[in-house]
Structure formats: structure tokens, C-alpha cells
């Protein structure tokens, strides 16, 4: 194979992979980011005239190459199985006040979704997930009509706890309009349409692209919404869906407001903090009110009941913190197991272990001072401690990877358990969760917490 200045992304991987080179070495010797030679090797970008000639020069630099390809791992294998100090980390994460109420109330919230109905109140849950959105307004009232979910293993876990819903259909786009009559005419009157389309579109970690298929899934929503003429209409994204634009520069929030208003909604959109309701996790997030125009009622959003704590937020409750959540769990190190199936630590290599193991809280192994201890490369929010007694970073569907972004534990060395994780998302321990782990991560990492879900719930059964 030539290697020249038409080389492809394939072919450098190719080449690469043959010299024994990883992309991390590739960068070191060339000097082109390893982010660049990743999207080139991947095809998704061309590799400027300057950079592929260095990567080439690179490469063909045999003592070069032969220097980083068979250098030593500047790791030194450790056991940590008696690492120091242990007990010390072991006494601090002890059980703290707020933690018995903020179980007892997750406990208190599943009896409350599965207590009988009374109030005759409904709901229809569209791109459920695993249902945190749809267990708040359970657990506040409403019966859950049906639901739309495209993947099965979420749908599996959402049949599980909500067994009485319509399972109206997989993939929103694929329900005819036909289909989407006789389930209506199945299902009945609805209170309340609810549902978060993915956010992967509007996301700044995703690309961000206005001609994203995804950012145009609230149309399908919006369908829905014109075969039940609910009462009214809630749509949650994520925040930073507010300055994302269209096509034509217009600002898509502005688009779904305009939609819902030519749909016969008054319609206006609230930016919420979960930490803000009682949820102990900072997790911005954006939600869109509708009402139908024949109703007194205007779109609005419950006011906050927690704040800092401080003299700035007189009458409100202090946020809960990463603490209050979980420090009743079993102490776990990397690799360490409990009687809970949901709380498990993945094994951590035991470098990786080294740069964190006396990294503080809130800091990065990347912030350590000796260049040794450091990852190779990547972003200090990666490799990142959380602070036990404040609210948790926002749980994402990659919580139990350690290189993830703040998805270290406060006081143990590893990343975030499942139980830790649908914690802090407020799911209570005796919501099931069936299927593989990986599908477990995404439908807790994906969801509306329960908590705020309620407390949103609750107000709108009150303008109902
Ligand atoms: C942000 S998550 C919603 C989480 C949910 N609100 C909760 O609280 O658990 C978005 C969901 O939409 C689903 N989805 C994506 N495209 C879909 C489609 N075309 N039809 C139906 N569901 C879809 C995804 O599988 C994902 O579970």
C-alpha cells in the first residue's frame, strides 16, 4: 500500500495497525491531535494538507516509530485490595441526616405509583425511556394510558413497572395515522400528553445539527397531540435546547412554540434545575407547558423548593447532596460487590486507580501535579471526582465509565454504581429494572427524575 498525500482515513488506520502504533502514540509523534486522526480514521473529516504530511512523515520515521511502539507502560501494576487509608474513606461515608428522609420519601414515591388511581386523571407517555417522566405523574395521580418507546429493552423495563399502559407502538414515525385513530379510539379521553424526544440533536456533546432527523421528532409528538386534544401538553429536552437554531437561523424553541400554538395551545417554555425540586443532582433541563386554548389556565411550572440554604433562598430547603442519596449503600471499592445486583463496582485498571486514588474532591486526575499520574489525554471534567456533600453532576448514560465525565464516586475509587446512579436520578429502589446492564445506564441516564417529574405533575394536576 502507497502511503502519499491521497491517503485515506482507512488506509492510515490500516498502516497504523500494522506498525503497532495506537492512535495516542501516532499523535505523540506527529503532533496532530488524537481527536483529528480519530475523525479522520474514521472518515468523518479530511486531514489538512500540513497535518496528514507530518502524520506520513511520522509514520514512515522507522526509529521513531520502533521508540514509542515498544516503549514500556509507565504504569506500575498495583493490587488495591488493601490500599491505604481505607478505613478512613470507609468512616466518611457514613449514612448523613438527610439520607433516611430522602429514602424513605423515594420509598414513599413508589407506594404512591402503585397505590390505586382515584382521581381520574390521565396521562399519555411518549418516548417513555425506562418511565421516570411517567412515574412522577403516577405516583401524583394519573393513570398512564399508554406509551410510545422505540427500543424493546426499554420498553421491557417500562412494561414491568407500568403493566396496565397501551403499548401504542415502537418507533413514533413508523404509527400511521390510521393506527394512531384506533388506538386513540382504544384508549380514550387524555388529561396530559408527556414525553422528552432524544435530545442527542440539540445536545452541545452531540454534534448539534440542524437538519438532525431526531430534532424533528416533536412533529410526531405534536400528531399525538392533535388525535387526543389533551387538556394539556408538557415536553422536556435538554437546556441548551434554547439557543439551538434551524436551518434558516430561527431559534427551534421558537418553532415549537409556534407549533404548538398553530396545534390550539397557549404554550411557554420554563429552564429547571432537578437539585431546584428536591433531586440530589445538578441536571438543567428545559420544559415546554402547553395548555388548549379553550382552558382558563396558563402554561406555568411549580416554584423551586430548594435552594443553597443560605440567606439568598429565605423558606427553602436545602439542596440534597450526593451523600443524602446514597451513603446508606455498602461501601464499594472498584470491582466490589454487594447483596444489591444494581450496586456492583466495575473493575478499574489499577493505573487508573493510582492517578485517582488521592485525587480530592471535585478535582481531576488531570489536575494532578506530577505529570506521571496524569491520563494521556482528554478534558479535566473526565476523570473526575464528585463532592459528597453537594448535589451530584448530571447522571448520564456513561455514569459507570471512570473516564467519563465526574463519574468517580466522592470517597471511593471508581466509577458510579446502577443503584448510585438511579439515586441520584430519584428512582426508588423497588422500581425494576430487567435486561442487560448497558440498557439499564441509558434508561436511567436518559430520564426525567422521578422527583421533579412529580413535583411538575403535581402542579399541573392542580390547573387541571
Ligand atoms: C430522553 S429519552 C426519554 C426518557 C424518558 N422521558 C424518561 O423519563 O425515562 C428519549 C427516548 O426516546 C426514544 N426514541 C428515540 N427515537 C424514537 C422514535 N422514533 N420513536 C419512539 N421512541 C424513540 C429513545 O429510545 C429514548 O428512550
Known sequence: ???????????????????????????????????????????????AAPDLAVTLDAIRDSDQVMAVSTRTKRYRERCYSEPPMLAARVAKAKPTRGNP?????????????????????????????????????????????????REEPLRAIYRQNFSDGVEIGADITAISD??????????????????????????????????????????????????F??????????????????AAGGLVRDDIRAEFGRHGYKVDFFEVNAKDYG????????????????????????????GSGGGLFPGKLAWRTFADACSDLAYLESGGRSSDSLHEA?????????????????????DNSDPQMRPPSGYNTTYKRQVWNEPAATVQTTFGMISGCRNVHPVATRALTIREAARLQSFPDTYRFGGTLGCIRTGIGNAVPPLLARAIAMHVRRML
Open 1 to 47: 500500500m502507497t502511503i502519499d498525500r491521497m491517503t485515506t482515513g482507512a488506509q492510515l488506520r490500516q498502516r497504523r495497525e500494522r506498525l503497532g502504533l495506537s492512535q495516542a502514540k501516532l499523535a505523540e509523534i506527529s503532533g496532530v491531535s488524537q481527536h483529528l486522526l480519530s475523525a479522520f480514521e474514521l472518515g468523518k473529516v479530511a486531514l
Open 279 to 306: 433531586v440530589p443532582q445538578h441536571r438543567e433541563r428545559v420544559l415546554f407547558v402547553a395548555v388548549r386554548n379553550d382552558l382558563p389556565g396558563h402554561p406555568s411550572m411549580p416554584a423551586a423548593t430548594h
Open 346 to 366: 466495575v473493575s478499574h485498571p489499577s493505573h487508573v486507580i493510582e492517578w485517582l486514588w488521592d485525587v480530592p474532591e471535585g478535582s481531576s486526575a488531570h
Open 229 to 246: 386534544r389533551p387538556k394539556m401538553a408538557v415536553l422536556e429536552n435538554v437546556r441548551v435546547l434554547t439557543s439551538m437554531r434551524n
Open 101 to 149: 428522609g430522602y429514602v424513605a420519601l423515594l420509598r414513599e414515591l413508589h407506594a404512591a405509583h402503585c397505590a390505586p388511581k382515584t382521581a381520574d386523571l390521565s396521562a399519555l407517555s411518549l418516548f417513555s425511556g425506562c418511565g421516570g417522566f411517567s412515574l412522577g405523574f403516577s405516583a401524583a395521580g394519573f393513570s398512564i394510558k399508554g406509551f410510545v418507546e
Open 178 to 227: 390510521g393506527d394512531l385513530a384506533a388506538r386513540a379510539a382504544e384508549i380514550g379521553p387524555i388529561d396530559v400528553i408527556i414525553g422528552g424526544p432524544p435530545c442527542q440533536g440539540f445536545s452541545l456533546s452531540g454534534k448539534r445539527k440542524v437538519d438532525d432527523p431526531r430534532n424533528q421528532l416533536f412533529r410526531h409528538y405534536l400528531r399525538f397531540v392533535d388525535m
